[in-house]
């Protein structure tokens, strides 16, 4: 088991950023959340299997097709047995 929070940056909100990784989470098996920033950044945190919360990071770095990604800011965290997926 895994933690990472990641922060996009870019056009991300407004671009079906949240959705895009909830579902794709989900079909994952990972847990965690994901949020729009008042600075107009994406926040997430992902915890799960290694392979399958790197998945994500990996899909984070590009986006949706709309979305224009200018920066991931990645952080390991301590895990704490999240359970489902969430959009705040």
Known sequence: MTRKR???S???QGVFFRDSVRRRAEAAGVAGW????SEGTVEAVFEGAPA???QLVEFSRTGPS????TSVDVSEE???ALSGF???
């Open 66 to 69: 709309r979305a224009e990604v």
């Open 86 to 88: 969430d959009v705040r």
């Open 78 to 80: 301590e895990p704490e």
């Open 10 to 12: 870019g056009r991300v």
């Open 6 to 8: 990641v922060v996009v």
């Open 34 to 37: 994901i949020r729009n920033t």
């Open 52 to 54: 399958a919360v790197d």
